[in-house]
């Protein structure tokens, strides 16, 4: 193959990176592959890059197999009933091994001691990547770094991470940009359109404006680094499922036992929508814990957090053989609470049997060749009260904000308790498939740019502090997404 490959190339005229050969052979049709991303560039590469073909080359291949991705289906209430289409092309589980691997989660690479030489390279290795990804967009060519944009008088493109924003009397918005070496001010003015753009805090972006004599950057674009816009969803070759779940919370009083016994009896029994789903994706919140809220002791009906994941063992060892289960922590867990949180210690893994695959969360995970971005979701508490707009009812929409800061957790300082290691793991760096989240005890799914959405619900009813907040959970719904197709469907108990 790698003959036939290197042919392709030439034959093309162009030049692969090492990686992108070695990535390409590790495909299912590498030559189809690259032929996917060379179709999309309008004038053939001098090299192709293995980015390039991580990220682009699906496309093609897709195409060829008609696969789509279905559109937006933004309220549950849309997608309760399944098209006759999903439930035909279903396979059975059968005897095939299951697939799953770890692509990237933090646990054993944890390094960092909070220092404050820590926060520093976190931020900094938060910077470049970010801004690699901003200068490869073709509105930031040219992007200059900001000591020296300040002293043109034409109109620069700079790149750097929000120090500050603030709004004026006036109705302008101004934003303090830094990059590893000076800051800038950037005046997003009231009558563009720029004044209402969601800017958070740390976020990093791309500012296209010019300076005016008073060394004030008046900006008439603001780039993100986002999703590429052209994507198929880059599908398994069989029709196996899978399933989504967050937020059981066993322990706490409101833990739903009823529903719970509905899905389990449901996955164990032989509609077959249920023997076609494969894996499980269990994002967090798996047990309530202990001492995670003040006075959670009165809430609780397993008041020992071993004693509630031995509760939690039993009941996924009563579910189907075939089903494996990808488990990841969130904030109510046993682990570190600070992100990226590395997968459960073996004092909780040993309490399961071996059917499961432990995680960190966030993860990246491959089942059978799809990439799942798995995270539990707290930081969606720190961008719902900093973007005007966003809410607990739609996880979906602060899921593709993430995607367009190509961030899980921009804000630091906020609710969500990051930890300042050597990389940011935090940071969206791959395209993934499927992007799934869950802590908002809402449910959705939908798609963005080629990539499946998930939000996965909970197995708790309404809390006394979700009442006195007034947030309305959505409980015992099973999201469950075709791994050939993407498409996506949520099952109520
Ligand atoms: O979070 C369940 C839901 O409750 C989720 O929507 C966030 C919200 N929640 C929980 N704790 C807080 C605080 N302290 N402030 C704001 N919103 C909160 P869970 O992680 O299951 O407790
Ligand atoms: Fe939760
Ligand atoms: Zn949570």
Redesign the pocket.
């Known amino acids: 193959m790698r003959e036939e490959l290197l042919a392709f190339v030439s034959e093309r005229g162009t030049l692969l990176e090492p990686d992108a050969v070695e990535f390409l052979l590790s495909q299912r049709d590498p030559i189809a592959r690259l032929e996917g991303f060379l179709v999309t560039c309008q004038e053939t590469p001098f090299v192709v890059t293995l980015e390039n073909v991580m990220q682009a080359g699906e496309i093609a291949r897709a195409a060829a197999k008609k696969v789509q991705v279905r559109p937006g289906l933004p309220t549950v209430a849309a997608i309760v009933s399944v098209p006759a289409s999903f439930r035909r092309l279903g396979e059975p589980a059968g005897d095939r091994a299951p697939d799953v691997r770890i692509l990237r989660d933090i646990t054993g690479h944890s390094t960092c001691e909070g220092t404050l030489e820590d926060f520093t390279r976190y931020f900094r290795h938060r910077f470049q990547v970010l801004r690699n990804m901003l200068r490869s967009r073709h509105e930031l060519l040219g992007a200059q770094e900001i000591a020296k944009a300040r002293r043109s008088t034409r109109e620069v493109r700079v790149i750097g991470i929000v120090a500050d924003v603030r709004r004026t009397k006036n109705g302008h918005r101004i934003m303090d940009l830094e990059d590893d070496a000076e800051q800038i001010s950037v005046l997003l003015p009231a009558e563009s359109a720029l004044a209402s753009e969601p800017v958070v805090l740390d976020e990093v972006v791309g500012v296209i404006g010019t300076v005016n004599d008073r060394g004030l950057l008046i900006a008439v674009a603001l780039v993100r680094p986002d999703l590429p816009t052209v994507k198929a969803f880059h599908g398994a070759p069989d029709h196996g499922r899978v399933a989504f779940m967050s ?1 059981i ?1 066993v322990g706490s009083r409101t833990f739903l036992e009823d529903k719970w016994s509905k899905v389990s009896a449901w996955l164990g029994g032989d509609d077959e929508i249920a023997r076609s789903i494969r894996y499980l994706v269990v994002s967090g ?1 798996v047990v309530d814990g202990i001492g ?2 003040p006075r959670q002791d009165e809430e609780l009906v397993i008041d020992d957090v071993y004693g509630q994941y031995e509760a939690l063992a039993r009941m996924l060892a009563a579910l189907p053989d075939r089903l494996k289960v990808i488990m990841l922590p ?3 867990d046993a682990v570190r609470p600070a992100e990226p949180q590395p997968a459960f210690p073996s004092s909780i893994q040993k309490l399961f049997d071996s059917n499961l695959v432990f995680a960190g969360n966030p993860s990246l995970v491959s089942l059978e060749g799809v990439r799942i971005l798995a995270y539990h979701g ?1 930081s ?2 720190d961008l719902v009260s900093s973007i005007p707009g966003m809410s ?1 009812q739609r996880p979906l929409e602060v899921m593709k904000a993430m995607l367009r800061m190509r961030h899980l957790a921009p804000i630091y300082g906020g ?1 969500t308790p990051i930890a300042p290691e050597a990389e940011d793991h935090l940071i969206i760096e791959e395209v993934p498939d499927i992007f799934v989240t869950g ?4 449910v959705g799914v939908d798609q963005y740019r080629g990539v499946v959405l998930v939000n996965s619900s ?1 197995w ?1 009813a309404q ?1 006394p ?2 009442k006195m ?1 007034n ?1 309305q ?1 959505m409980p015992a719904r099973l999201p469950i997404v075709d791994l050939a197709t993407g498409h996506a469907i949520i099952r109520e108990f």
């Not at 802590?439 to 809402?442: E, P, R």
């Open positions: 937020d919370h919140d995670v809220y969130g904030n109510h707290r969606m508490d607990y609710k802590h908002v005890h809402a909970t708790q809390t502090y979700q907040r947030i959970p």
